[in-house]
Protein backbone atom coordinates (compact mmCIF):
# COMPACT_ATOMS: atom_id res chain seq x y z
CA UNK A 1 0.00 0.00 0.00
CA UNK A 2 2.78 2.41 1.20
CA UNK A 3 4.50 1.28 -2.42
CA UNK A 4 1.10 2.27 -4.11
CA UNK A 5 1.16 5.48 -2.75
CA UNK A 6 5.12 6.64 -3.46
CA UNK A 7 4.17 5.46 -7.47
CA UNK A 8 1.45 7.82 -7.39
CA UNK A 9 3.06 10.70 -5.78
CA UNK A 10 1.19 10.39 -2.06
CA UNK A 11 2.90 10.75 1.17
CA UNK A 12 2.07 8.29 3.54
CA UNK A 13 2.31 9.06 7.18
CA UNK A 14 5.42 8.25 8.89
CA UNK A 15 4.45 7.91 12.30
CA UNK A 16 1.64 5.90 11.31
CA UNK A 17 1.66 2.19 11.32
CA UNK A 18 -1.45 2.36 8.72
CA UNK A 19 -2.34 5.09 6.42
CA UNK A 20 -4.62 7.41 7.60
CA UNK A 21 -8.13 8.05 6.63
CA UNK A 22 -7.29 11.04 4.08
CA UNK A 23 -4.21 8.99 2.24
CA UNK A 24 -6.62 6.59 2.14
CA UNK A 25 -9.26 8.20 0.15
CA UNK A 26 -6.71 9.86 -1.87
CA UNK A 27 -4.92 7.05 -3.24
CA UNK A 28 -8.52 5.65 -3.94
CA UNK A 29 -9.10 8.60 -6.37
CA UNK A 30 -5.84 8.42 -7.88
CA UNK A 31 -5.87 4.52 -8.57
CA UNK A 32 -9.28 5.50 -10.49
CA UNK A 33 -7.61 7.89 -12.45
CA UNK A 34 -4.52 6.13 -13.09
CA UNK A 35 -6.94 2.89 -14.58
CA UNK A 36 -8.77 5.40 -16.76
CA UNK A 37 -4.84 6.24 -18.17
CA UNK A 38 -4.61 3.22 -18.47
CA UNK A 39 -8.08 2.43 -20.28
CA UNK A 40 -7.71 6.00 -22.91
CA UNK A 41 -7.14 4.02 -25.54
CA UNK A 42 -10.47 4.73 -27.48
CA UNK A 43 -12.69 7.39 -27.91
CA UNK A 44 -14.76 5.67 -24.73
CA UNK A 45 -11.95 5.65 -23.03
CA UNK A 46 -10.59 8.71 -23.47
CA UNK A 47 -14.18 9.92 -22.75
CA UNK A 48 -14.71 8.46 -19.54
CA UNK A 49 -10.97 9.71 -18.44
CA UNK A 50 -11.62 13.19 -19.62
CA UNK A 51 -15.02 13.12 -17.65
CA UNK A 52 -13.27 13.04 -14.94
CA UNK A 53 -10.59 15.15 -14.67
CA UNK A 54 -13.09 17.74 -15.08
CA UNK A 55 -13.46 19.88 -11.76
CA UNK A 56 -10.58 22.77 -10.73
CA UNK A 57 -11.32 24.49 -14.50
CA UNK A 58 -15.10 24.97 -14.03
CA UNK A 59 -15.03 25.33 -10.51
CA UNK A 60 -12.85 28.23 -10.55
CA UNK A 61 -14.26 29.83 -13.21
CA UNK A 62 -17.73 29.46 -12.26
CA UNK A 63 -16.87 29.98 -8.93
CA UNK A 64 -15.35 33.08 -10.18
CA UNK A 65 -18.90 34.45 -11.22
CA UNK A 66 -19.62 34.78 -7.91
CA UNK A 67 -23.05 36.71 -6.35
CA UNK A 68 -20.25 39.98 -6.28
CA UNK A 69 -19.72 39.32 -9.97
CA UNK A 70 -23.58 38.77 -10.60
CA UNK A 71 -23.80 42.64 -8.92
CA UNK A 72 -20.71 44.00 -10.74
CA UNK A 73 -21.65 42.66 -14.70
CA UNK A 74 -25.17 43.92 -13.57
CA UNK A 75 -23.97 47.72 -12.19
CA UNK A 76 -21.73 47.63 -15.56
CA UNK A 77 -24.65 46.66 -18.10
CA UNK A 78 -26.68 49.46 -16.34
CA UNK A 79 -23.95 52.23 -15.99
CA UNK A 80 -22.40 51.81 -19.93
CA UNK A 81 -25.40 49.60 -21.84
CA UNK A 82 -24.30 47.33 -24.55
CA UNK A 83 -20.64 49.54 -25.05
CA UNK A 84 -17.43 48.42 -24.56
CA UNK A 85 -17.45 45.95 -21.20
CA UNK A 86 -19.29 43.71 -23.57
CA UNK A 87 -16.94 42.33 -26.01
CA UNK A 88 -14.16 43.48 -22.88
CA UNK A 89 -15.74 40.08 -21.42
CA UNK A 90 -13.64 37.89 -23.88
CA UNK A 91 -10.52 39.47 -23.59
CA UNK A 92 -10.68 39.45 -19.90
CA UNK A 93 -11.78 35.61 -20.70
CA UNK A 94 -8.33 35.28 -22.20
CA UNK A 95 -6.45 36.91 -19.68
CA UNK A 96 -8.15 34.43 -16.65
CA UNK A 97 -6.90 31.52 -19.21
CA UNK A 98 -3.38 32.89 -19.02
CA UNK A 99 -3.58 33.70 -15.73
CA UNK A 100 -4.84 30.15 -14.40
CA UNK A 101 -3.36 28.14 -16.77
CA UNK A 102 -0.20 28.40 -15.33
CA UNK A 103 -1.40 26.78 -11.78
CA UNK A 104 -2.51 23.84 -14.14
CA UNK A 105 0.88 23.33 -14.96
CA UNK A 106 2.45 24.32 -11.92
CA UNK A 107 0.32 21.91 -9.67
CA UNK A 108 0.20 18.95 -11.71
CA UNK A 109 4.34 18.92 -11.91
CA UNK A 110 5.23 19.61 -8.64
CA UNK A 111 2.16 18.07 -6.83
CA UNK A 112 2.56 20.94 -4.51
CA UNK A 113 -0.13 23.79 -3.47
CA UNK A 114 0.48 27.18 -4.41
CA UNK A 115 1.39 28.31 -0.58
CA UNK A 116 3.34 25.77 0.26
CA UNK A 117 5.76 26.63 -3.01
CA UNK A 118 5.48 30.08 -1.84
CA UNK A 119 6.36 29.37 1.72
CA UNK A 120 9.56 26.75 0.89
CA UNK A 121 10.77 28.73 -1.97
CA UNK A 122 10.97 31.98 -0.92
CA UNK A 123 10.92 32.02 3.12
CA UNK A 124 8.55 33.05 6.17
CA UNK A 125 7.99 36.83 5.13
CA UNK A 126 6.92 36.04 1.75
CA UNK A 127 5.26 33.36 2.66
CA UNK A 128 3.07 34.95 5.37
CA UNK A 129 2.83 38.10 3.43
CA UNK A 130 1.06 35.93 0.81
CA UNK A 131 -1.32 34.18 3.11
CA UNK A 132 -2.31 37.53 5.08
CA UNK A 133 -3.39 38.44 1.83
CA UNK A 134 -5.49 36.04 0.74
CA UNK A 135 -7.34 35.05 3.74
CA UNK A 136 -7.95 39.26 4.12
CA UNK A 137 -9.28 39.29 0.67
CA UNK A 138 -11.31 35.86 1.14
CA UNK A 139 -13.00 36.91 3.89
CA UNK A 140 -14.12 40.02 2.50
CA UNK A 141 -14.87 37.97 -0.57
CA UNK A 142 -17.26 36.36 1.34
CA UNK A 143 -19.03 38.85 2.54
CA UNK A 144 -20.40 39.22 -0.56
CA UNK A 145 -21.44 36.15 -1.00
CA UNK A 146 -23.25 35.81 1.36
CA UNK A 147 -25.32 39.36 1.17
CA UNK A 148 -26.10 37.67 -2.22
CA UNK A 149 -27.66 34.49 -0.59
CA UNK A 150 -29.21 36.86 2.13
CA UNK A 151 -30.77 39.62 -0.33
CA UNK A 152 -31.28 36.65 -2.85
CA UNK A 153 -33.41 34.63 -0.11
CA UNK A 154 -34.82 37.68 0.73
CA UNK A 155 -36.62 38.24 -2.69
CA UNK A 156 -37.96 34.76 -2.28
CA UNK A 157 -39.42 35.52 0.86
CA UNK A 158 -37.07 33.53 3.18
CA UNK A 159 -35.92 35.57 6.41
CA UNK A 160 -31.78 36.05 6.38
CA UNK A 161 -31.88 33.98 9.78
CA UNK A 162 -32.66 30.96 7.59
CA UNK A 163 -30.57 31.50 4.40
CA UNK A 164 -27.09 32.76 5.75
CA UNK A 165 -27.11 30.56 8.99
CA UNK A 166 -28.16 27.64 6.27
CA UNK A 167 -25.50 28.09 3.68
CA UNK A 168 -23.14 28.67 6.32
CA UNK A 169 -23.96 24.84 7.58
CA UNK A 170 -24.42 23.60 4.33
CA UNK A 171 -20.50 25.13 3.39
CA UNK A 172 -19.12 24.01 6.71
CA UNK A 173 -20.71 20.16 6.17
CA UNK A 174 -19.41 20.34 2.46
CA UNK A 175 -15.89 21.11 3.71
CA UNK A 176 -15.39 19.06 6.70
CA UNK A 177 -17.54 15.94 6.40
CA UNK A 178 -17.66 14.62 2.44
CA UNK A 179 -14.03 13.97 0.78
CA UNK A 180 -12.65 15.12 -1.89
CA UNK A 181 -14.56 13.23 -5.25
CA UNK A 182 -18.16 13.86 -3.47
CA UNK A 183 -17.10 17.76 -2.58
CA UNK A 184 -16.60 18.08 -6.29
CA UNK A 185 -18.92 16.51 -8.22
CA UNK A 186 -21.66 18.47 -5.60
CA UNK A 187 -19.99 21.55 -6.13
CA UNK A 188 -19.89 20.93 -10.04
CA UNK A 189 -23.55 20.82 -9.81
CA UNK A 190 -23.74 23.59 -7.97
CA UNK A 191 -21.76 25.37 -10.20
CA UNK A 192 -23.50 24.47 -13.66
CA UNK A 193 -26.79 26.23 -11.83
CA UNK A 194 -24.82 29.66 -12.90
CA UNK A 195 -25.60 29.31 -16.16
CA UNK A 196 -29.60 30.29 -15.63
CA UNK A 197 -28.11 33.68 -16.34
CA UNK A 198 -27.86 32.58 -19.69
CA UNK A 199 -31.71 31.82 -20.84
CA UNK A 200 -32.55 34.49 -18.08
CA UNK A 201 -31.05 37.33 -20.81
CA UNK A 202 -32.66 35.24 -23.45
CA UNK A 203 -36.14 35.31 -21.90
CA UNK A 204 -35.45 39.17 -21.36
CA UNK A 205 -35.64 39.88 -25.16
CA UNK A 206 -32.50 41.93 -25.65
CA UNK A 207 -31.44 44.04 -28.41
CA UNK A 208 -29.74 41.74 -30.22
CA UNK A 209 -28.86 44.65 -33.17
CA UNK A 210 -27.39 46.39 -30.18
CA UNK A 211 -25.25 43.09 -28.89
CA UNK A 212 -23.35 43.23 -32.55
CA UNK A 213 -23.00 46.98 -33.26
CA UNK A 214 -21.05 46.82 -29.33
CA UNK A 215 -18.59 43.37 -30.65
CA UNK A 216 -18.37 45.88 -34.11
CA UNK A 217 -17.11 48.67 -32.21
CA UNK A 218 -20.02 50.73 -32.46
CA UNK A 219 -21.62 52.46 -29.37
CA UNK A 220 -18.43 52.46 -27.02
CA UNK A 221 -19.64 55.29 -25.28
CA UNK A 222 -18.07 56.14 -22.19
CA UNK A 223 -19.87 59.18 -20.24
CA UNK A 224 -17.23 61.24 -18.86
CA UNK A 225 -14.43 59.49 -20.42
CA UNK A 226 -12.23 56.14 -20.09
CA UNK A 227 -10.75 58.35 -17.52
CA UNK A 228 -13.42 59.01 -15.29
CA UNK A 229 -14.04 57.62 -11.75
CA UNK A 230 -17.02 55.77 -12.98
CA UNK A 231 -14.92 54.07 -15.71
CA UNK A 232 -11.66 53.18 -13.79
CA UNK A 233 -14.12 51.90 -10.75
CA UNK A 234 -15.80 49.29 -12.76
CA UNK A 235 -12.91 48.37 -15.25
CA UNK A 236 -11.30 47.38 -12.09
CA UNK A 237 -14.42 45.52 -10.46
CA UNK A 238 -14.68 43.67 -13.74
CA UNK A 239 -11.30 42.59 -13.59
CA UNK A 240 -11.40 42.14 -10.12
CA UNK A 241 -14.22 39.55 -10.54
CA UNK A 242 -11.88 37.65 -13.46
CA UNK A 243 -8.75 37.08 -11.91
CA UNK A 244 -8.11 37.29 -8.14
CA UNK A 245 -5.63 35.66 -5.80
CA UNK A 246 -7.90 33.12 -3.99
CA UNK A 247 -8.01 31.61 -8.07
CA UNK A 248 -4.78 30.78 -7.51
CA UNK A 249 -4.22 28.78 -5.02
CA UNK A 250 -7.60 27.33 -4.95
CA UNK A 251 -7.34 25.78 -8.40
CA UNK A 252 -3.44 24.83 -7.67
CA UNK A 253 -5.05 22.98 -4.61
CA UNK A 254 -7.62 21.66 -6.24
CA UNK A 255 -5.08 20.20 -8.83
CA UNK A 256 -2.92 18.49 -6.47
CA UNK A 257 -6.24 17.02 -4.45
CA UNK A 258 -7.85 15.61 -7.33
CA UNK A 259 -4.42 14.16 -8.69
CA UNK A 260 -3.41 14.91 -11.46
CA UNK A 261 0.27 14.71 -13.13
CA UNK A 262 2.07 15.97 -15.97
CA UNK A 263 0.14 14.05 -18.50
CA UNK A 264 -3.08 15.40 -17.49
CA UNK A 265 -2.03 19.42 -18.61
CA UNK A 266 -3.99 18.67 -21.38
CA UNK A 267 -6.94 17.69 -20.12
CA UNK A 268 -6.45 20.26 -17.53
CA UNK A 269 -6.54 22.78 -19.98
CA UNK A 270 -9.89 21.71 -21.44
CA UNK A 271 -11.33 21.56 -18.33
CA UNK A 272 -9.81 25.22 -17.62
CA UNK A 273 -11.23 26.46 -21.03
CA UNK A 274 -14.71 24.51 -19.97
CA UNK A 275 -14.84 26.90 -16.95
CA UNK A 276 -13.74 29.88 -19.25
CA UNK A 277 -16.26 29.63 -22.16
CA UNK A 278 -18.80 29.20 -19.18
CA UNK A 279 -17.54 32.60 -16.92
CA UNK A 280 -17.89 34.60 -20.09
CA UNK A 281 -20.93 33.43 -21.34
CA UNK A 282 -22.51 34.47 -17.79
CA UNK A 283 -20.90 37.91 -17.74
CA UNK A 284 -21.91 38.66 -20.90
CA UNK A 285 -25.24 37.41 -20.29
CA UNK A 286 -25.54 39.70 -16.97
CA UNK A 287 -24.61 42.54 -19.32
CA UNK A 288 -26.70 42.29 -21.69
CA UNK A 289 -29.60 41.72 -19.27
CA UNK A 290 -29.07 44.53 -16.92
CA UNK A 291 -28.39 47.03 -20.34
CA UNK A 292 -31.81 45.73 -21.41
CA UNK A 293 -33.54 46.36 -17.78
CA UNK A 294 -31.39 48.78 -15.48
CA UNK A 295 -30.02 50.98 -17.69
CA UNK A 296 -31.61 54.86 -17.08
CA UNK A 297 -31.31 53.93 -12.89
CA UNK A 298 -29.93 56.49 -10.63
CA UNK A 299 -26.18 55.87 -9.56
CA UNK A 300 -26.16 52.70 -11.64
CA UNK A 301 -22.62 52.04 -10.60
CA UNK A 302 -23.33 51.61 -7.18
CA UNK A 303 -26.44 49.33 -7.38
CA UNK A 304 -26.80 46.78 -5.17
CA UNK A 305 -28.28 43.57 -5.16
CA UNK A 306 -31.41 44.27 -3.27
CA UNK A 307 -31.97 47.63 -5.72
CA UNK A 308 -31.96 45.35 -8.71
CA UNK A 309 -33.77 42.47 -7.37
CA UNK A 310 -36.90 45.34 -7.65
CA UNK A 311 -36.00 46.62 -10.40
CA UNK A 312 -36.06 43.18 -12.52
CA UNK A 313 -39.73 42.69 -10.63
CA UNK A 314 -40.81 45.94 -12.12
CA UNK A 315 -39.62 45.71 -15.51
CA UNK A 316 -39.45 41.67 -16.26
CA UNK A 317 -42.34 40.47 -13.23
CA UNK A 318 -42.08 38.17 -10.39
CA UNK A 319 -40.99 35.02 -12.48
CA UNK A 320 -37.96 36.14 -13.80
CA UNK A 321 -36.68 37.94 -10.88
CA UNK A 322 -37.01 34.99 -8.90
CA UNK A 323 -35.09 33.34 -11.86
CA UNK A 324 -32.24 36.10 -11.03
CA UNK A 325 -32.99 35.95 -6.70
CA UNK A 326 -31.99 32.11 -7.71
CA UNK A 327 -28.98 32.17 -9.33
CA UNK A 328 -27.53 34.78 -6.94
CA UNK A 329 -27.99 33.00 -4.32
CA UNK A 330 -26.25 30.12 -6.04
CA UNK A 331 -23.66 32.55 -7.46
CA UNK A 332 -23.16 32.94 -3.48
CA UNK A 333 -23.02 30.01 -2.30
CA UNK A 334 -20.69 28.27 -4.78
CA UNK A 335 -18.01 30.86 -4.71
CA UNK A 336 -18.51 30.47 -0.87
CA UNK A 337 -17.69 26.77 -1.18
CA UNK A 338 -14.70 27.18 -3.45
CA UNK A 339 -13.09 30.07 -1.44
CA UNK A 340 -13.28 28.42 1.97
CA UNK A 341 -11.80 25.41 0.83
CA UNK A 342 -8.75 27.66 -0.88
CA UNK A 343 -8.33 28.98 2.57
CA UNK A 344 -8.26 25.86 4.05
CA UNK A 345 -5.43 24.57 1.39
CA UNK A 346 -3.68 27.50 2.29
CA UNK A 347 -3.27 27.48 6.14
CA UNK A 348 -2.68 23.79 5.53
CA UNK A 349 -0.10 24.05 3.50
CA UNK A 350 1.99 27.19 4.78
CA UNK A 351 1.85 25.41 8.17
CA UNK A 352 2.31 21.82 6.69
CA UNK A 353 0.14 20.40 8.49
CA UNK A 354 -3.06 17.72 6.67
CA UNK A 355 -3.98 19.88 3.87
CA UNK A 356 -6.60 17.46 2.15
CA UNK A 357 -10.52 17.39 1.90
CA UNK A 358 -9.81 13.60 1.80
CA UNK A 359 -8.39 14.12 5.48
CA UNK A 360 -11.06 13.50 8.56
CA UNK A 361 -11.94 15.98 11.06
CA UNK A 362 -10.26 14.47 14.11
CA UNK A 363 -7.32 14.36 12.02
CA UNK A 364 -6.94 17.76 10.44
CA UNK A 365 -8.91 20.44 12.82
CA UNK A 366 -6.08 22.77 11.82
CA UNK A 367 -7.24 22.20 8.21
CA UNK A 368 -10.29 22.63 8.58
CA UNK A 369 -11.09 25.25 11.85
CA UNK A 370 -9.55 28.08 10.40
CA UNK A 371 -11.13 28.25 7.05
CA UNK A 372 -14.59 27.42 8.73
CA UNK A 373 -13.96 30.55 11.50
CA UNK A 374 -13.42 32.92 8.34
CA UNK A 375 -16.31 32.02 6.53
CA UNK A 376 -18.61 32.42 10.20
CA UNK A 377 -17.29 35.75 10.49
CA UNK A 378 -18.20 36.90 6.78
CA UNK A 379 -21.27 35.01 7.61
CA UNK A 380 -21.68 37.19 10.64
CA UNK A 381 -21.07 40.90 9.79
CA UNK A 382 -23.45 40.41 6.76
CA UNK A 383 -26.27 39.85 9.19
CA UNK A 384 -25.30 43.89 10.90
CA UNK A 385 -28.32 45.93 9.33
CA UNK A 386 -27.61 48.99 8.07
CA UNK A 387 -24.11 47.92 5.86
CA UNK A 388 -23.74 50.23 2.45
CA UNK A 389 -23.96 46.74 0.10
CA UNK A 390 -23.28 48.38 -3.03
CA UNK A 391 -20.00 49.91 -1.84
CA UNK A 392 -18.69 46.64 -0.09
CA UNK A 393 -19.47 45.16 -3.54
CA UNK A 394 -17.44 47.00 -5.21
CA UNK A 395 -14.68 48.11 -2.97
CA UNK A 396 -14.16 44.19 -2.54
CA UNK A 397 -13.89 43.66 -6.32
CA UNK A 398 -11.61 46.49 -6.25
CA UNK A 399 -9.30 44.96 -3.60
CA UNK A 400 -8.71 41.98 -5.84
CA UNK A 401 -7.25 43.66 -8.48
CA UNK A 402 -4.79 45.78 -6.15
CA UNK A 403 -3.96 42.00 -4.86
CA UNK A 404 -3.14 40.79 -7.88
CA UNK A 405 -0.10 42.05 -8.84
CA UNK A 406 1.60 40.61 -6.30
CA UNK A 407 -0.08 37.58 -6.34
CA UNK A 408 1.24 36.69 -9.85
CA UNK A 409 4.82 38.24 -9.12
CA UNK A 410 4.71 34.56 -7.34
CA UNK A 411 3.21 32.82 -9.71
CA UNK A 412 5.70 33.83 -12.43
CA UNK A 413 8.23 33.36 -10.13
CA UNK A 414 7.59 29.90 -9.78
CA UNK A 415 6.83 28.81 -13.28
CA UNK A 416 10.15 30.39 -14.62
CA UNK A 417 11.88 28.27 -11.49
CA UNK A 418 13.21 25.44 -14.40
CA UNK A 419 13.73 23.49 -11.39
CA UNK A 420 10.60 23.20 -10.01
CA UNK A 421 8.98 23.22 -13.45
CA UNK A 422 11.60 21.26 -15.58
CA UNK A 423 10.54 20.36 -19.55
CA UNK A 424 7.41 22.62 -18.16
CA UNK A 425 8.95 26.00 -17.63
CA UNK A 426 7.11 28.96 -18.81
CA UNK A 427 7.87 29.71 -22.24
CA UNK A 428 8.84 33.18 -23.86
CA UNK A 429 5.44 34.08 -25.05
CA UNK A 430 3.81 33.04 -22.12
CA UNK A 431 5.61 35.12 -19.82
CA UNK A 432 5.26 38.04 -22.31
CA UNK A 433 1.42 37.90 -22.17
CA UNK A 434 1.62 37.54 -17.93
CA UNK A 435 4.16 40.72 -17.66
CA UNK A 436 1.73 43.04 -19.66
CA UNK A 437 -1.49 41.30 -17.78
CA UNK A 438 0.67 42.49 -14.38
CA UNK A 439 1.83 45.83 -15.79
CA UNK A 440 -1.73 46.39 -17.18
CA UNK A 441 -3.20 46.03 -13.50
CA UNK A 442 -0.54 47.68 -12.11
CA UNK A 443 -1.62 50.74 -14.37
CA UNK A 444 -5.39 49.91 -14.03
CA UNK A 445 -5.09 50.50 -10.13
CA UNK A 446 -2.79 53.70 -10.53
CA UNK A 447 -4.90 55.70 -12.02
CA UNK A 448 -7.79 55.02 -9.96
CA UNK A 449 -5.87 55.40 -7.04
CA UNK A 450 -5.10 59.18 -9.03
CA UNK A 451 -8.72 59.70 -10.37
CA UNK A 452 -10.09 59.08 -6.33
CA UNK A 453 -7.72 60.92 -5.21
CA UNK A 454 -7.28 63.77 -7.61
CA UNK A 455 -10.47 63.72 -9.83
CA UNK A 456 -9.44 66.53 -11.65
CA UNK A 457 -5.88 65.83 -12.69
CA UNK A 458 -7.11 62.57 -15.53
CA UNK A 459 -9.39 65.42 -17.12
CA UNK A 460 -12.15 62.72 -16.40
Excluded at 16 to 43: F, Q, V, Y
Excluded at 59 to 88: E, K, R
Aim: with cysteine.
Amino acid sequence: MNLQAQVLGLRPCPECAELPDALEHRLRDRMHLSELRRRATGWKGRLALGLALIGPGVLVMLGDNDAGGVVTYSQTGATFGLGIFLPMMLLLGLVAYVVQEMTVRLGAVTRRGHAELIWKRYGTFWGWFSLVDLIVANVLTLMTEFVGIRLGGQALGMPAWLTVPGSLLFIIYALVVLRYWTWERISLFIAALNLIFVPLALMAHPDWHGVARAFMGHGWIVPGGFLSVTFLILISANIGTTIAPWQLFFQQSCVVDKGLLPQDIRAGRRDLLLGVFGMVAVAMALIVLSAQTLQGLPNAQGLDADVILHALRARLGDGLMALFALGLMEAGLIAAIVITASSAWAVGEAFGIERSINAAPRQALGFYLPAVVGTAIAAAVIMIPGLDLGFLNLSVQVIATVFMPAAMLFLLMLLNDRELMGEHVNSLPRNVASIAIMLALIACNGLYGIATLFPNALGG
